[in-house]
């Protein structure tokens, strides 16, 4: 590991004002908040991360949890996975959140993991944490070994020929699906940016993998009401029980009056560059009854651009069944 | 313990001697003189003469140290150290607190598993000089040979390790297991424990030791 410069922030200004001296708030920064650690020490134990700066912002007034008064909720950026997932609030009105988060790594982790830090977790491609490798993510231009290679565990959603890096995040494929908005603060003041627009594909410049800029503190998420009479559900496919990344993730909130569909938002998780919301089969189920063969045609829906590499295949069925499944048991008792 | 908040003269040397002891392995180390120790009587009682000396050459030699005050099972350490040394390498090599293991290092295995303000985390996954001022558990904290923690006995009792690399990080995720909203049955314990890698395949008796020391808690409780 290279050696660093450990600070820690005493309030926001003075941590955004430090890290605004990076060059790049992407793969590489110089300068990098420092949260739970649990990707990014990992990743500088790899070699594949190298700051020179770290701020730790753990202490910064960022972990609270509060109802706001339109009834949606706020999440501070250091607030712990485990505190989020056992909230009674989040685990009544928001049970896709909660579910999502406890389906992602170890009690350990989740202890450690922040909110922040989760919007910002990085892929789990092999070729990206193997330094020996080339990897346009990692090393722009350098290529990627993944479409040639070990690919069954990479994204058919989003890719490019430049990057198939799937995004290993739960927490984000729920956050999708509940239209969480990004509170940004950085050197020009305070930004809101809805989770859609958060993430982006890796197109030509894999790289960046978000709409942050040097110095940009996430300093809280917000959720919007839930809306009345939903109910929502995260469905979580992999090769072992526990403490295993998707292969296929189905995120879903979902409300039904009078045997209709009349309201639903939909993300996948493990198939995606990014934590992939699919408008595409909010709007084949909006309308429609809650039936197999409506689920399906969604679920289709989704899927349809999905570009698949030599070893990810299966991923196109299983996502679509995971869907299917996931929208079956959300409206089963309602 | 008792020197909690402010430590006794005692404690207070034990953490000195005990700081003057890593540095001296870190400064052997470091040169290449590791085997010295193990090999050579002499050449390390030579070394140890001057105590004073080798550690000031020792912090010299290592740039950009930062000081740090730990607090680990209720006494107080103050080191200086590498910026990048893991909260389990300080526990190990700094502290001499060897009960806590490195298995993969990334967080993957749950061998180096310890409490921090009474919530377990990976000590592998996170720097030291991160933790100043929290309340840092580990295996040593949690019992001694001659009292054992009610899950240590349990392990003991229903054969719940075999080589025993991974056990003090069983038993540290098994003690914070008993205060999570961990669900009665063996399914929902061995979802909360796979956090902990167990290569011999201890894990029916891991459940069986953590199940044991929940129904005597639920005994007691309804006695």
Not at chain 1, 170 to 191: C, F, Q, S, W, Y
Not at chain 2, 7 to 13: E, F, L
Not at chain 2, 71 to 100: F, Q
Request: with cysteine; charged share 20%; net charge positive.
């Amino acid at each position: 590991m290279k050696t660093f410069a450990l600070t820690r922030a005493s309030d926001p200004a003075q941590a955004i004002a430090t890290a605004a001296k990076a060059k790049t708030a992407q793969q590489g920064a110089e300068i990098r908040f420092i949260g739970g650690g649990t990707t990014l020490i990992d990743l500088m134990k790899l070699n594949v991360e190298q700051p020179q700066t770290l701020i730790d912002i753990n202490r910064l007034p960022l972990d609270k949890i509060d109802m706001l008064p339109d009834g949606g909720l706020t999440i501070g950026a250091v607030v712990r996975n485990s505190d989020l997932a056992h909230h009674p609030i989040v685990r009544k009105s928001y049970a896709v959140l909660s579910e999502a988060l406890l389906s992602g790594a170890t009690v350990q982790l989740r202890n450690m993991a922040t909110t922040g830090g989760n919007l910002l977790q990085r892929t789990r491609c092999m070729y990206f944490r193997e330094t020996n490798m080339p990897c346009n993510k990692r090393e722009p231009g350098s290529g990627c070994a993944a479409i040639t290679g070990a690919n069954r565990n990479l994204a058919i959603l989003g890719t490019s020929e430049h990057c198939i890096a799937t995004n290993p995040s739960d927490m984000n494929v729920a956050m999708a699906a509940l239209e969480a908005t990004i509170h940004v603060r950085g050197p020009k003041g305070e930004r809101s940016i809805p989770i859609a627009d958060f993430h982006v594909l890796p197109g030509n410049t894999p790289q960046r993998e978000t709409v942050l800029e040097p110095g940009d503190l996430i300093t809280h998420v917000t959720l919007p009401p839930p809306a009345p009479g939903s109910r929502s559900l995260y469905l979580k496919l992999r090769d072992r029980t526990s403490y295993e990344f998707a292969l296929a993730s189905a995120a879903v909130v979902i409300t039904i009056a009078s045997g209709k569909i009349t309201r639903a938002r939909i993300a996948l998780g493990g198939v995606g560059t990014k934590p992939w919301r699919s408008t595409e089969a909010e709007g084949e189920l909006t309308g429609q009854p809650a039936t197999q063969a409506v689920f399906r045609k969604a679920a289709d829906a989704a899927l349809r651009g999905a570009k698949p590499q030599s070893q990810n295949g299966f991923k196109v069925e299983l996502a679509k069944r995971c869907l299917v499944h996931a929208l079956k048991l959300a409206t089963q008792t309602s | 313990m008792s020197d909690c908040d402010q430590p006794s003269q005692t404690s207070g040397a034990d953490a000195a001697s005990e700081f003057g002891k890593s540095t001296r392995r870190s400064f052997l180390s470091r040169i290449g003189m590791a085997s010295l120790v193990a090999a050579t009587g002499p050449a390390v009682t030579t070394l140890a003469k001057s105590p004073e000396k080798e550690e000031k050459a020792a912090v010299a030699d290592i740039k950009n140290t930062v000081p740090v005050a730990l607090r680990v099972n209720g006494k107080k350490y103050d080191l200086r150290i590498d910026p990048r040394t893991t909260l389990l390498d300080a526990l190990r090599e700094h502290l001499h607190l060897t009960g806590s293991k490195k298995g993969c290092d990334h967080g993957q295995c749950g061998a180096c598993t310890v409490h921090i303000n009474g919530r377990r985390v990976n000590s592998c996954l996170s720097f030291a000089a991160m933790h100043e001022g929290e309340e840092i558990t580990t295996i040593e904290g949690i019992g001694q040979p001659e009292n054992l923690h009610a899950m240590q006995a349990a392990f003991l009792a229903n054969d719940a390790y075999q080589c025993g690399y991974c056990t003090s990080g069983q038993i540290m995720s098994a003690v914070a297991l008993l205060k999570e909203p961990c669900g009665a049955d063996d399914a929902e314990v061995k979802e909360f424990m796979s956090g902990n890698i167990c290569r011999c395949g201890a894990y029916p008796n891991i459940v069986a030791a953590i199940q044991s020391v929940r129904k005597n808690a639920e005994a007691k409780k309804t006695a």
